[in-house]
């Protein structure tokens, strides 16, 4: 059947209806580890299945260039290392300090949901990878620079978990202000939103490098489970500190911003663009 031209919009409503129903139910359910894993991870799965739709059966444009190869080890080396650097570096330094304290001994719960952080998330990471770099990214950068495709769906990526940090957001203000107003609670939710969002455009730009000038979905999957992972490990064990409480955000911005502004992102999609009518 004839290839049909790819609609961002029509892209979202489907992947979003699909998805976003299990964010919602991760919000309004219980609040415990296995029910935000089970809920998060499958609507990170239906990005995937909302996209394999969309390439087979709706605009019928396929995945040719979402980069089936695995890739040099140079990049394999960053996937692993960068979120090393972001989370684990930090952790290490607060530990160091006495920010934050091993420890004993690991439960039964807390090794198991640890073996889930770093390698079943996997599976809901490349739903996500193959959606959001290795299918709608290349399509965007068709229909408006590269760069600037790269910062919008840096900002789609963001308001996709929308359901689920807004909610959190708006009740973390709700505890840090009591007392205050309604108008008051919500400014500080937009604000502290706004903040997540730049944060996250420049976090996209680190993973759409790394897709990108890998030409592997292989290794952006390997990206995105390390750094959930990672992240993940470290709340579930020793918690956050301090030091990382900053460093975190502050390496994020650098990198990304390095590698937004300085990548030829024209040159490096290319390969990715090429294959689309």
Not at 144 to 152: E, G, N, T
Request: charged letters at 10%.
């Amino acid at each position: 059947m004839p290839e049909r031209p790819f609609k961002l919009p029509m892209y979202l409503l489907i992947v979003c209806s699909l998805s976003w129903p299990f964010q919602i139910v991760s919000v309004l359910g219980p609040n415990t580890i296995a029910w935000a894993c089970i809920f998060n991870s499958l609507s990170m799965i239906m990005v995937g299945v909302g996209t394999f739709i969309c390439g087979k059966y709706v605009f019928r444009d396929g995945f040719v260039g979402a980069g089936w190869r695995w890739g040099s080890s140079k990049y394999w080396f960053a996937a692993i290392g960068i979120p090393a650097l972001l989370w684990i570096v930090p952790a290490l330094l607060d530990l160091s300090f006495g920010n934050l304290h091993l420890p004993n001994a690991l439960t039964a719960s807390q090794t198991a949901w640890v073996f889930d952080a770093l390698f079943v998330t996997l599976i809901p990471a490349f739903g996500e990878e193959i959606g959001w770099r290795g299918y709608m990214l290349p399509r965007m950068a068709r229909v408006m620079s590269p760069r600037k495709a790269v910062i919008w769906h840096g900002v789609i990526w963001y308001l996709w978990h929308m359901p689920l940090v807004g909610y959190a957001v708006f009740t973390a203000m709700q505890a840090a202000f009591p007392g205050s107003g309604l108008p008051a609670i919500l400014l500080a939710t937009a604000g502290a939103l706004a903040a997540g969002c730049v944060l996250v455009v420049l976090d996209s730009a680190i993973f759409a490098r790394l897709w990108a000038g890998s030409g592997s979905i292989a290794i952006a999957t390997v990206l995105h489970a390390t750094y959930d992972g990672f992240r993940d490990s470290l709340s579930i064990t020793v918690g956050s500190g301090p030091i990382g409480a900053v460093c975190t955000p502050v390496l994020t911005i650098l990198i990304g911003a390095y590698l937004l502004w300085k990548t030829d992102w024209g040159k490096l999609l290319g390969n990715c663009m090429s294959h689309l009518k």
